[in-house]
């Protein structure tokens, strides 16, 4: 017989994946919180709020940044990334997160806000099957890529500890890693962090980090032939000794209104 009755317990969460790039070190960032509320207190993970009646999820998201972090934010730096609804994603509710990403150029200094103990920037660096986030003594990984999503949402419990990140939030982020990846080579969004415009140099950097590879790997004047029609040329670097570098900001069109 099919169920049909309604839960009356059951929550939209939106889950915001945000990231920075931190010019002293040319690292690519994510934004994790030590969460303050409920049951994954002292846990980290991903900004997550609960969707209010009064609001869509877009808005949602951005509010989230000004509750979690303190930074107001237009709507342009904000896509959608995935929706996520396994039974078994919440251990207590039943819930179903809807997840974002967001792009903050550079490095804003955070402030951790209403349900956060404390707010950080986590360094991306990579293994063989995973990406792995560092601050400090505090290192975690997305999911292994032989981990199915359906093989992580039945073995969820053994996840739930302090050595893993809050809920499925290591999945989540192992989905953005994956769009962020597939999208290099015709739609990346990702550069938006490095601001209004970047060397080339500075977007080797950045997809560097996604290929799991040293920039200097990279061969610039291969670089500038595969990828060059993704970018416009703007102008040149100033206040630097040397030959100046020239200077591109994203050709694509985004409609992230």
Same mark, same amino acid.
């Given at each position: 017989?099919? +169920?049909?009755?309604?839960?009356?317990?059951?929550?939209?969460?939106?889950?915001?994946?945000?990231?920075?790039?931190?010019?002293?070190?040319?690292?690519?960032?994510?934004?994790?919180?030590?969460?303050?509320?409920?049951?994954?207190?002292?846990?980290?993970?991903?900004?997550?709020?609960?969707?209010?009646?009064?609001?869509?999820?877009?808005?949602?998201?951005? @509010?989230?940044? @000004?509750?979690?972090?303190?930074?107001?934010?237009?709507?342009? %730096?904000?896509?959608?990334?995935?929706? =996520?609804?396994?039974?078994?994603?919440?251990?207590?509710?039943?819930?179903?997160?809807?997840?974002?990403?967001?792009?903050?150029? !550079?490095?804003?200094?955070?402030?951790?806000? %209403?349900?956060?103990?404390?707010?950080?920037?986590?360094?991306? +660096? !990579?293994? /063989?099957?995973?990406?792995?986030?560092?601050?400090?003594?505090?290192?975690?990984?997305?999911?292994?890529?032989?981990?199915?999503?359906?093989?992580? !949402? /039945?073995?969820?419990?053994?996840?739930?500890?302090?050595? !893993?990140?809050?809920?499925?939030?290591?999945?989540?982020?192992?989905?953005?890693?994956?769009?962020?990846?597939?999208?290099?080579?015709?739609?990346? &969004?990702?550069?938006?962090?490095?601001?209004?415009?970047? &060397?080339?140099?500075?977007?080797?950097?950045?997809?560097?980090?996604?290929?799991?590879?040293?920039?200097?790997?990279? +061969?610039?004047?291969? =670089?500038?032939?595969?990828?060059?029609?993704?970018?416009?040329?703007?102008?040149?670097?100033?206040?630097?000794?040397?030959?100046?570098?020239?200077?591109?900001?994203?050709?694509?069109?985004? +409609?992230?209104?």
């Amino acid at each position: 017989m099919t +169920d049909t009755s309604i839960n009356n317990n059951l929550k939209i969460s939106i889950v915001n994946i945000i990231w920075s790039f931190d010019t002293s070190n040319n690292k690519v960032l994510i934004l994790l919180i030590k969460n303050a509320l409920g049951y994954n207190t002292d846990k980290w993970g991903l900004p997550t709020t609960i969707l209010r009646t009064n609001e869509n999820a877009e808005e949602a998201s951005l @509010r989230l940044i @000004r509750e979690k972090i303190g930074i107001d934010l237009p709507n342009f %730096y904000t896509e959608q990334l995935a929706t =996520f609804s396994d039974i078994n994603r919440s251990i207590n509710d039943r819930e179903i997160a809807l997840s974002y990403m967001t792009y903050l150029p !550079y490095m804003p200094k955070l402030t951790a806000g %209403y349900g956060a103990k404390d707010a950080q920037w986590f360094e991306i +660096d !990579y293994d /063989k099957d995973c990406f792995i986030l560092k601050h400090n003594d505090l290192v975690f990984k997305t999911l292994s890529e032989k981990v199915s999503d359906n093989k992580f !949402y /039945k073995d969820i419990g053994k996840y739930d500890n302090a050595k !893993y990140l809050t809920s499925d939030h290591a999945l989540i982020l192992r989905h953005a890693f994956q769009r962020v990846t597939n999208r290099l080579n015709y739609l990346p &969004t990702i550069l938006l962090i490095l601001g209004n415009d970047f &060397t080339l140099k500075e977007a080797r950097e950045v997809y560097a980090t996604f290929w799991k590879e040293p920039f200097q790997n990279i +061969d610039n004047s291969n =670089f500038r032939k595969t990828h060059a029609h993704l970018f416009t040329e703007i102008g040149t670097e100033h206040g630097k000794s040397g030959r100046p570098a020239k200077l591109y900001k994203l050709r694509l069109s985004l +409609d992230l209104k």
